[in-house]
């Protein structure tokens, strides 16, 4: 089960695109009234992952912990009702040609014990606590960063 679950995974990220950074910000937003910091994939994006090579950068440390807000698309790993967890990435592609994303492109969701998710098809904000250490399943790297939520919501335009 947790091969099969591996493999989609990576079926899945083939699905996805990386979008190119128009101007690289160096830190989270200033918090918001709710206590948020908006956290931008593109913070995420500008530093370089090798298993077992690469430790996580100062700047990517420090958002451990933090309580941050995050725009994106909803990619569910394997259920779309009563969905446990999924990916939260940056755009999605709807052609499965061209390089998937690097691991730390993308952000792993996992709700709450006893909390489920509904299946979103457009852009959402999620805003909750961000995690930073490697998961591993099977002896592979399967996340980067975990972000458990407080709330998640649809959004009409993805800034």
């Not at 930073?132 to 939520?149: A, H, M, N």
Request: positive net charge; charged residues 20%; proline residues 6%.
């Amino acid at each position: 089960m947790k091969l099969l679950r591996i493999i989609f995974f990576g079926m899945a990220l083939a699905l996805v695109s990386v979008l190119q950074p128009n101007s690289v910000a160096q830190k989270p937003e200033a918090a918001n009234a709710a206590g948020y910091e908006r956290l931008r994939f593109e913070v995420l994006k500008r530093w370089t992952y090798v298993e077992g090579k690469t430790e996580f950068p100062a700047f990517i440390k420090a958002l451990d912990g933090k309580r941050i807000e995050m725009l994106g698309y909803m990619m569910p790993l394997t259920e779309i009702e009563n969905i446990k967890e999924f990916l939260l990435v940056p755009s999605l592609w709807g052609c499965c040609y061209g390089q998937p994303p690097a691991i730390n492109h993308i952000v792993a969701v996992k709700m709450p014990a006893g909390k489920t998710a509904r299946f979103y098809s457009g852009p959402i904000q999620v805003n909750g606590q961000f995690r930073v250490s490697e998961t591993k399943q099977d002896g592979y790297v399967v996340s980067l960063y975990v972000l458990t939520p407080d709330k998640i919501v649809e959004i009409k335009n993805l800034e």
